[in-house]
């Protein structure tokens, strides 16, 4: 295991708009509020018992676990949305699931298809009755070069 197991998570989402994809992709971290940070792109299991807090603030370079679904884009006029979905299972000692989509279009039916396929993963894969799906979406009419980002991040 690499270090404790976290207990706690937030979701949070944020676009941004630069000159570059990496710099569009940096933006959209700063206004989620994670971006002087190291991102640690996690597979999608929520640990068991964790509790949902409204942020957390970390120390800068902080190595920091997440699920996040990302997309950047340079098509001018383009709408982008990404989202995040995680299930939270009636059973505290089972997992949780997360799961991410991004499209190019509304930020609505890109959290529906997340939704949905946290459902499918949790209740038909895994046998898991869900107590509560969470999600957040962002989404971006791109001006030059945009990004948006979605994220479950997980926390001490």
């Known amino acids: 295991m690499f270090g404790p197991l976290p207990t706690n ?3 949070t989402c944020g676009f941004g708009e630069a000159s570059t994809e990496l710099n569009a992709f940096d933006a959209a971290l ?3 509020g994670i971006g002087d940070t190291n991102l640690i792109r996690m ?3 929520l640990p068991p018992g964790a509790r949902q807090v409204e942020g957390f603030r970390f120390p800068r370079g902080s190595f920091v676990p997440l699920a996040y679904g990302e997309l950047t884009c340079s098509e001018p006029g383009t709408v982008i949305s990404a989202a995040v979905a995680v299930g ?3 059973d ?3 997992a949780g699931l997360i799961m991410e989509h991004t499209t ?3 930020p609505a039916a890109c959290e529906d298809r997340a939704r949905a396929m946290v459902a499918e993963g949790m209740e038909k894969i895994r046998g898991v009755a869900i107590h509560e799906i969470k999600s957040i ?6 001006l030059t070069v945009g990004a948006v980002f979605a994220a479950v991040v997980l926390c001490p």
């Open 104 to 106: 190019k279009g509304a």
């Open 30 to 32: 700063l206004r989620a």
């Open 88 to 90: 939270i299972p009636v």
């Open 43 to 45: 597979s999608s299991i």
């Open 92 to 94: 505290p000692a089972q």
């Open 9 to 11: 998570f937030f979701l």
């Open 137 to 142: 979406s962002a989404s971006h009419t791109v």
